[in-house]
């Protein structure tokens, strides 16, 4: 009879094991499948973030693409503003030379002049001399101005027009 009780405290001892393993068993089911469901979760995330970065890369290349075009469109416009520089400063370098050919060539008439006549007449030589000097720097700086506008305007006009294509293109 005692074996008989030891034998039906086992099974009961079994039975009980075997409820509490089926419902650990039946919790880690649960915990594994709620782990799969976040792992899903988690793949649809990062493949919605993936098309999300590739859109960005996308925005972001067209935008190098266009800055690269305008700045290819500004490139004409301040080529012809360093040519416009160059020409002010040979029309500047110009002028220099005549005004330096001027100034003395005048020293040797007023050299001359000196000489040649008395106090009184070389003071209205002299100055005969400066209104004539006066009249042709004012001359030829006026002249200068107008080439220099001139060639400022022009080549301005062409690189806005070339702009303009660029952009229309």
């Known amino acids: 009879m005692l074996i008989e009780?030891?034998?039906l405290i086992m099974a009961i001892a079994v039975v009980v094991l075997v409820v509490f393993?089926?419902?650990?068993?039946?919790?880690?089911q649960a915990s594994i499948q709620t782990a799969n469901e976040t792992l899903r979760e988690t793949k649809e995330l990062v493949?919605?973030?993936k098309e999300d970065v590739q859109e960005l890369m996308k925005g972001v290349s067209e935008l190098i693409h266009q800055v690269?075009?305008?700045?290819?469109?500004?490139?004409?416009?301040?080529?012809?503003v360093r040519n416009v520089g160059t020409a002010v400063n040979e029309v500047t370098a110009a002028?220099?030379?005549?005004?330096?050919?001027?100034?003395?060539?005048?020293k040797r008439q007023a050299a001359l002049n000196?000489?040649?006549?008395?106090?009184?007449s070389s003071w209205l030589n002299w100055l005969d001399t400066a209104a004539r000097t006066y009249q042709t720097a004012k001359g030829l700086l006026e002249q200068t101005k107008r080439a220099s506008n001139a060639a400022a305007k022009q080549?301005?006009?062409?690189?806005?027009?070339?702009?303009?294509?660029?952009?229309?293109?």
């Open 47 to 49: 493949h919605q973030s």
């Open 68 to 80: 690269n075009q305008q700045v290819g469109a500004v490139e004409p416009l301040m080529s012809s």
């Open 21 to 28: 393993l089926i419902q650990t068993l039946r919790e880690a």
């Open 5 to 7: 009780i030891s034998v």
């Open 155 to 169: 080549q301005f006009a062409s690189a806005s027009a070339a702009v303009d294509n660029k952009q229309r293109g």
């Open 95 to 106: 002028a220099k030379e005549a005004s330096a050919a001027w100034s003395g060539s005048l």
């Open 114 to 120: 000196a000489e040649k006549a008395s106090a009184i």
